[in-house]
């Protein structure tokens, strides 16, 4: 794998693009850090956020993040979200991660996924999170929810089993993943 950074242009027609530079510093959008997900918010859209800025977010919930080749990583406990490092107005990549036996992984991120994708400013959140309850008992899945290709997969017999939620960003037209 190779270590850098990606750039995307594409833009968001869920929500306005909050107007950023490669700095990354929170202050642009205070609530990144200081905003407490609640479900009851689950229909709201959300402005997007850069990559840093969901770091932060995370950060500011008392997850322990680090940089892992080209993705920002943050856990707490066996849950984790790794965010593609980028320019881009929002990640090209999320992926929502929980170790353990995969069926035990697959419910604990189905609990994990509502302040995760809160968090990180996801729209649908509550559409990604419905279909991702149906996933429960299944090995893998793929659906598309709003500009994102979101796909659901389960891994057992490696050193790391679990679930795993991944969403792309469909507007997202170069260097939109690791390279």
Sequence with gaps: MLIGTTACSGKSDDAKTPSSSTSTSTSATPTATSR?????TAAETLPDLT???????????????ATDEAYETCSKGTTSV????????????????????????????AEFAPQA?????V?????????????????????????WTVEF?????????GAILTLTDKLCKANCGAE
């Design 117 to 121: 994708l809160e968090l990180a400013h």
């Design 123 to 147: 729209n649908p959140r509550a559409k990604i999170v419905d279909w991702l309850k149906q996933q429960q008992g299944k090995a893998a899945g793929t659906t598309t929810a709003g500009n």
């Design 36 to 40: 407490t997900p609640s479900t009851s």
């Design 153 to 161: 997969s389960t891994e057992s017999g490696t050193e790391r089993p």
């Design 51 to 65: 990559a840093a800025q969901v770091v932060a977010a995370f950060a500011g919930q008392k997850y322990q993040c």
């Design 82 to 109: 790794q965010v593609l490092i980028g320019t881009q107005p929002r990640p090209a990549v999320l992926s929502l991660q929980a170790t353990g036996a995969p069926a035990e992984a697959a419910t604990a991120l």
